[in-house]
């Protein structure tokens, strides 16, 4: 689970309840920022880890994301 999360949703509800300050809407602007970073990461990383087959068995897999793939895998030599 993201760290971030639970004070994401905690301030989430303070906000709902009573309001929140200046600097709990800063922080909860900049968790919000980490917290999307975060998915994107893990979305991308479940997009790269994909191949697509095509019904005749040949991989249809997008230039794109072998792109990324090299990218990436040149990033980790």
Known sequence: MIKSLTR??????????E???????FEQSLLRQEYLSEIRGQVL???VGLTV???LGN???PHK???IRVKESMKNS
Do not use: F, H, P
């Open 45 to 47: 990383n479940s997009i």
């Open 53 to 55: 087959i095509d019904t």
């Open 59 to 61: 991989d249809v897999t």
């Open 65 to 67: 994301v072998r792109n």
């Open 8 to 17: 994401i949703n905690e301030l989430a509800k303070k906000q709902r309840e």
């Open 19 to 25: 309001g929140l300050t200046v600097g709990e809407r």
